[in-house]
């Protein structure tokens, strides 16, 4: 038997979404046998079998679909002629998504950055905290199941998997020019949401810098500056609140595809907010 483990493991940690289809009853004549796995990419990369044949082939298809609705479903597949496999048995197939959750790619390990990590703790999110500065990324406060990167932006973006439906990006460092350098990369990658801790005059300028730079107008309608909901408060774990609230609100409505700017239904009510420290 194939070390389907040890592929899992390393699948899940480089972060992107698969699936594992495992078959789990066998009846009859059959090309597999209970226990069997696939684990399929979305772009149709696997490891593992199942039986081989159109019984695969039609496996393999299943559990992209799965992954790319992000539900776990249980499959039967009657080994007929339609089938091309004469075997007369049937097998039954559970596909689970790996991976699959919103992502949040968090620029700045300060005191908002901390409690962010801290309230989406126990929530769909996994977040990826960013910031060379160590005394700042290594704080106790922070959950462990936090992923920290103690490297610059510039490498952790380039690096980084980037997804229309599941990443979320926040930036919020201790550098105006830092955010807004990382907001103008971020601008030209697949995301759901696009957050700028501060003010609609911090917005302004950024958005006036970009701009001049030669951004598009489409672009730049993604970034929601300020972020997060109106609940009042300015204490950084009053802030996080605001904003774990407001993904955790988009996360749960409908995604809408190849959209430039975020649709009314998509966006929440904003909070003012003036640093991310």
Known sequence: MWDWVRQLG???????????????NCQGSTPAEPGAKVLVRGDGTFHGTVGGGHLEQLVLADARACLERGESRAFRYPLGSKLGQCCGGVVDVFVEPVNHGPRLYLFGAGHVGQALCRILEGTPFQVDLVDERPEWLRGERIPASVRRHEESWEDFVAAAAWDARRTYVAVMTHR??????????????????????????????????????????????????????????KSPQEVAVSIAAGLLQLHHQSFVENHSEPSRAESPRLREVSSGE
């Not at 390393?10 to 789990?24: I, L, Q, S």
């Open 176 to 233: 105006h020019d830092l955010d807004q350098d990382i907001i103008a990369a971020a601008l030209e990658k697949p995301a759901r949401y696009i957050g700028l801790i501060g003010s609609k005059s911090k917005w302004a300028r950024f958005r006036q810098r970009l701009e001049a730079r030669g951004t598009p107008a489409s672009l730049l309608g993604r970034v929601q500056c300020p972020m997060g909901l109106e609940i009042g408060g």
């Open 10 to 24: 390393e699948w899940a940690r480089e972060g992107a979404p698969f699936a594992v289809a495992t078959v789990t």
